[in-house]
């Protein structure tokens, strides 16, 4: 590929259930709506357009010639709503860019799932957040094998490309992970920066690679005046 970028969803009514949660420590996010539809809030759709101009701003030869996008409804309305800049380019979307699913731990904080699962606590503490896998969920790991998957499979078919996917912070991460084929314990380094809502991620072509260019930029929400 010319280069491969990656975008978070914007701010989703998700998120501000869960930084309520937080700060109320809570054991449980007051969400009621599967992972897959949880939506954008407000802030999320004014982040999701500003991350449309800065795509839009870009020379035409420089702009993405394929978009790809999580299914989830957080993901899905950021594409469609930055895309509107770009003349609709057509959305691709693939189950594989889904984000981390969190079975029976799904919507819980720490607090709550160390309350309820406190054996569950106990074998993540143990296993480590790159191998733990939670009751019907998928670990980390699991995650990057569904993602080598999808990512070789565009690369076939956009070898020259300019690819943009539209997903979630853990696919963020874990793309990185691949790209830049780092070891368990760089990742895990990384991660402990938070992917900010409708961030951008990219690595170009050097030398027949891809190369990190820049990682979590924000500065289109910062012309915006908009929270990252």
């Given amino acids: 590929m010319e280069w491969l970028a990656m975008a978070r969803h914007g701010e989703s009514v998700g998120n501000v259930a869960w930084r309520e949660a937080e700060t109320q ?21 004014r982040q999701a357009e500003a991350l449309g101009r800065r795509l839009a701003a870009m020379p035409p030869d420089e702009r993405p010639t394929v978009v790809y996008s ?7 309305e950021t594409a469609r709503i930055a895309l509107a800049e770009l003349d609709d380019l057509p959305v691709r979307y693939d ?11 799904y919507a819980l904080t720490w607090r709550g799932i160390t309350a309820r699962f406190p ?11 790159f191998y733990y896998r939670p009751p019907g969920g998928e670990s980390w790991a699991d995650v990057a094998l569904r993602l080598r998957s999808v990512l070789a499979e565009i690369q076939r078919e956009h070898p020259d490309g ?21 070891s368990e314990k760089e990742l895990l380094e990384i991660e402990r920066t938070l992917v900010p ?23 289109h929400l910062d012309a915006a005046d908009l929270p990252a």
């Fill in 70 to 76: 999580s299914p989830y409804v957080r993901a899905a």
């Fill in 25 to 45: 420590r809570l054991e449980e996010i007051d969400i009621g709506l599967r992972d897959p539809d949880v939506p954008l809030s407000e802030t999320g759709r």
């Fill in 162 to 182: 300019r690819v943009l996917v539209v997903a979630h912070d853990a696919v963020v991460v874990l793309t990185r992970y691949i790209v830049e084929r780092l």
């Fill in 119 to 129: 054996e569950e606590a106990a074998r993540k503490r143990l296993t480590g957040k």
């Fill in 197 to 219: 809502n409708a961030s951008l991620t990219l690595w170009a072509r050097k030398d027949g690679e891809l190369r990190l260019v820049t990682s979590n930029s924000t500065e």
């Fill in 95 to 105: 189950e594989r860019l889904r984000d981390r699913e969190n079975g029976a731990l």
